[in-house]
């Protein structure tokens, strides 16, 4: 065990101070908070909006409108007031309709407002494209790369169980992955403190109980997609021994196992586990939607599970004797 922590806390000094490390850490960091800023004002925004003009939907408000009609509108001022008052049931509803969509993403987004809460917005990005895309590229230049510039040989030298070296690698892309996410948290945390939470207050909308649940259930799934990834892009770097094949596989395959065509396959299984809302794409995370299923997400992974096993003993079994 001695020996492996050596062996990890050389990769974790090797890596974490490069600068691709750094620069994918503040681009996803300045990607969420500036998407965190955004989505907000839009959700204050057009909840203010729709909840303005409800009450601008009465008697005295047809009235009002009724004044402010242009002459040559084409229409008697009487039959539009008329109109107008006998239609406010129905125009009353279809506001009250939007409101419940507007209130329902307002109230979604309201935790990234809070100082918990904060820590699952952030696996909304880490745990979809673009927290794994990064780490498929990470993988691709650490692990990938060590083969084609011939580091790996050096390395091979000290630790000949290829096990351990590759263990030590995607250990530290899961350090690097805790890391953004505490960044990423304190980013949101301190543009809530400084700005949000004044301009778009949308914190009110949700309780400290939901946002401890809304945080436990990002955070706890969160960290088990990035644990996988992080085996899942290492092991792949080092079967390819080439970035660019790595980084092209890598992102292929995240965007199969993306596509909607089972609520069985891996995509709606993550969305369903992370709990993403479909209109909240693009807002909350970036990834493909769930679909509708009564089974639930921890029973339609075990098979990916068991799969993802069998590969790992079978990669295991046939290894190849050279390591270089």
Not at 68 to 97: K, Q, W
Not at 286 to 306: F, G, K, M, N
Request: a neutral charge; aromatic letters at 8%.
């Amino acid at each position: 065990m001695g020996s492996w922590l050596r062996l990890f806390g050389a990769e974790l000094r090797r890596t974490l101070p490069r600068l691709l490390p750094v620069g994918l850490l503040v681009l996803l960091v300045a990607g969420a908070v500036f998407q965190a800023r955004a989505v907000q004002d839009v959700a204050h925004s057009n909840l203010d909006q729709v909840r303005t003009g409800m009450a601008h939907l009465t008697p005295e408000g047809c009235a009002e409108d009724t004044a402010g009609l242009p002459p040559d509108a084409g229409v008697s001022p009487e039959a539009f007031h008329r109109e107008c008052v006998e239609n406010l049931p129905r125009t009353i509803e279809m506001y009250r309709n939007i409101e419940v969509g507007f209130t329902a993403t307002a109230e979604h987004l309201a935790p990234a407002q809070h100082p918990l809460g904060t820590v699952g917005a952030s696996f909304g990005w880490l745990a979809t494209v673009p927290g794994l895309v990064a780490l498929i590229l990470l993988a691709a230049y650490f692990t990938a790369g060590e083969w084609s510039r011939g580091t790996v040989v050096p390395l091979l030298l000290h630790e000949q169980r290829l096990w351990r070296l590759l263990s030590a690698k995607a250990a530290v892309l899961l350090v690097w992955s805790l890391l953004t996410a505490a960044v990423m948290s304190l980013a949101l945390w301190a543009l809530a403190a400084l700005h949000t939470r004044r301009a778009h207050p949308l914190h009110h909308m949700v309780s400290d109980a939901e946002v401890r649940a809304y945080t436990l259930q990002r955070a706890g799934v969160g960290l088990l997609v990035l644990a996988i990834a992080c085996v899942a892009s290492v092991a792949l770097a080092a079967a390819l021994r080439s970035p660019l094949r790595s980084s092209l596989a890598g992102v292929l395959l995240l965007g199969l196992v993306t596509l909607p065509i089972t609520a069985w396959f891996p995509g709606a299984i993550l969305a369903d586990g992370l709990e993403l809302k479909p209109y909240l794409n693009a807002w909350d995370h970036v990834w493909t939607t769930s679909l509708d299923t009564s089974v639930p997400a921890s029973i339609r992974a075990l098979p990916w599970v068991i799969l993802l096993l069998g590969v790992v003993w079978h990669g295991w079994r046939v290894r190849p004797r050279s390591l270089v």
